[in-house]
């Protein structure tokens, strides 16, 4: 006789203990461990009719299994998911938000601007997975040192003013000789507008003005980025 298609799934605990996250980690290592797995281990309990890995895995679908998709959802959202509290959407929340300062910690590293990537690994824990567009600049020394990274400006899905002003300040109160330039483009869509070729062109134009250089517009997406300078468009 079929089982009902209703009837309560085995709990985590009655599985073979291969199957189950917490001891698959311990004996096989965490890198073959799935994302559903490692979110199960993070919530720690399903619902009535779920075990924790049945509901990671709708939490995956949910995100298009991605998990820059997860990492912008809120508590709201999470929340949404049956087997899910505050609780549990916070404690994945705070794994993400850990993630991201990791990325933090290891682009702080960084001690001389050599190229595009050194750019872009610098900015990825200010502008992975934002909603809206958000203008940054790093002042860098003669010898392409970072001095300081300030945001500028932040706008909407599409845009964000910009201030010629307040770069330049920046850059004289700073005493930098050099300036990178990375705005992000929440679409994904790694191909800069007219309007950022016209701001890059402004700011150049200033910089060569004041004896700044600037070195380089990055437009920063979460699957890779476009860089103005490699492309010959300063």
Same mark, same amino acid.
């Given at each position: ?34 994302? @559903?797995?490692?979110? @199960?281990?993070? /919530?720690?309990? !399903?619902? =009535? ?13 949910? @995100? ?9 959802? !809120? ?28 990325? +933090? ?12 990537? @050194? ?14 567009? +958000? ?17 500028? !400006?932040?706008? !909407? ?9 307040? /770069? ?11 300036? =990178? ?23 150049? +134009? ?29």
């Amino acid at each position: 006789m079929e089982q009902n298609a209703n009837e309560k799934r085995l709990s985590i605990l009655q599985w073979a203990e291969d199957d189950r996250p917490r001891e698959k980690l311990l004996l096989k290592g965490k890198s073959v461990l799935t994302d @559903a797995e490692l979110i @199960a281990i993070l /919530i720690g309990s !399903g619902n =009535a009719n779920e075990s924790a890995v049945d509901v990671a895995k709708r939490i995956m679908s949910l @995100a298009g299994n991605d998990l820059n998709a997860l990492a912008r959802m !809120g508590v709201k959202d999470l929340c949404k998911i049956k087997g899910i509290g505050e609780a549990k959407a916070i404690s994945i929340i705070s794994a993400m938000e850990l993630g991201r300062r990791r990325k +933090q910690v290891e682009a702080e590293v960084i001690t001389q601007f050599l190229g595009s990537i @050194a750019i872009y690994n610098y900015f990825k824990a200010d502008l992975m997975d934002l909603p809206t567009e +958000q203008f940054w600049i790093v002042l860098l020394n003669h010898s392409l040192r970072p001095i300081k990274k300030v945001k500028i !400006g932040e706008g !909407g899905i599409t845009q964000v003013s910009v201030d010629l002003r307040i /770069i330049f300040k920046e850059a004289l109160e700073n005493l930098a000789t050099n300036i =990178a330039l990375i705005h992000n483009h929440p679409s994904g869509k790694k191909t800069p507008s007219q309007e950022d070729k016209n701001i890059t062109k402004k700011i150049v +134009q200033a910089g060569e003005m004041l004896q700044i250089r600037i070195i380089d517009h990055i437009i920063f997406t979460n699957s890779g980025y476009y860089s103005f300078a490699d492309e010959g468009d300063l």
